[in-house]
Nanobody
Framework: QLQLVESGGGLVQPGGSLRLSCTASGFTSDYYAIGWFRQAPGKEREGVSCISSSGGSRSYVDSVKGRFIISRDNDKSTVYLQMNSLKSEDTAVYYC????????????????????WGQGTQVTVSS
């Protein structure tokens, strides 16, 4: 059974860092692109970052470029999101999702092709 489990969320002060993990099981995640998305209260779910199956291609939403880094360890079936210089507007529930494609594509941020999702992990940035 395909499963994605996020971890690493928590409460952090502005300017701080967190590293989220997304661990896959029940399928060979090496073949597929993985994305991170987030949803703040009262807002739509938005794409944060995406990484191709090989890790050779990475995409970010403009608001996190230069602050967040996505990576993957296919031996561990895990995708990471290193979040630095966190801001209050980064507060949200963060979800990972697996694509049905090996590449993110130009429409990844619209959740195109992402059919399986984790349960989410809460990130709160507050002093």
């Amino acid at each position: 059974q395909l499963q994605l489990v996020e971890s690493g969320g928590g409460l952090v002060q502005p300017g701080g860092s967190l590293r989220l993990s997304c661990t896959a099981s029940g399928f060979t995640s090496d073949y597929y692109a993985i994305g991170w998305f987030r949803q703040a209260p009262g807002k739509e779910r938005e794409g944060v970052s995406c990484i191709s199956s090989s890790g050779g291609s990475r995409s970010y939403v403009d608001s996190v470029k230069g602050r967040f880094i996505i990576s993957r360890d296919n031996d561990k079936s895990t995708v990471y999101l290193q979040m630095n210089s966190l801001k209050s507007e980064d507060t949200a529930v963060y979800y990972c999702a697996v694509s049905d494609r090996s590449r993110c594509g130009s429409d990844w941020s619209l959740r195109a092709g992402f059919g399986s999702w984790g349960q989410g992990t809460q990130v709160t940035v507050s002093s």
